[in-house]
């Protein structure tokens, strides 16, 4: 049965950043963005993956899909940007998806792959871009992008898929690609294995 992607909504991936700025990054336990716990603080309404963070990660990760978590569908990162009011004081809304949009210009070579089928490629990567509306988010102490833990206005942008459901059995997932300016470029490459009972 081939597996089936659709796009998540603004809210929804306002959701994940949400997620992402949860969980800190400190000893003993690191952020799932460099191979900590995946299972904090996940949402109730899909099941989050993380991105790399900085220029040329490359991760492997493992995890079996817990019994709550089976119905839900699979938040995928494919690659992402925020900007914050915290990181750029004084900026208007409009402002900031300007910023989060400057981090992400000129994507290229984006893909996500499960089970050797690609879902999204470089040529209907279009399809799967979001942009979040404004809100506000209190990052937790010891952030992933060391944000004050006070709260700010951000927004976000990316290319996210929405994963139905994966049947039982070994399921690998790998995806990732390029953006930014030239010479402050970021690059993601992760690979999954996921085990559904």
């Not at 790399?52 to 995890?63: E, I, K, P, Q």
């Not at 929405?162 to 402050?184: M, Q, V």
Request: with cysteine; net charge negative.
């Amino acid at each position: 049965m081939s597996i089936v992607g659709t796009k998540p909504s603004p809210t929804e991936i306002f959701q994940w950043w949400e997620w992402a700025l949860s969980i800190p990054d400190r000893p003993p336990s690191s952020h799932p963005g460099k191979g900590g716990d995946i299972f904090q603080n996940q949402p109730n309404n899909f099941f989050c993956h993380v991105c790399t963070f900085g220029t040329g990660t490359d991760l492997d990760r493992r995890y079996t899909v817990r019994p709550q978590d089976l119905q839900k569908q699979i938040m995928v990162p494919v690659l992402t940007s925020e900007a914050s009011t915290a990181e750029n004081r004084g900026f208007n809304d409009q402002q900031l998806l300007n910023k989060a949009k400057d981090d992400l210009q000129n994507p290229q070579v984006l893909f996500l792959n499960v089970d050797n089928g690609f879902i999204l490629t470089p040529q209907n990567a279009q399809q799967y871009y979001v942009e979040s509306d404004a809100g506000p988010v209190t990052p937790v102490k010891d952030n992933i992008l060391r944000l004050p833990n006070t709260e700010t206005r951000m927004r976000c942008i990316g290319y996210f898929v929405l994963l139905n459901k994966l049947e039982p059995g070994r399921h690998d997932i790998t995806f990732g690609g390029s953006a930014g300016p030239l010479g402050n470029r970021i690059e993601t490459l992760i690979r999954y294995e996921v085990r559904v009972p």
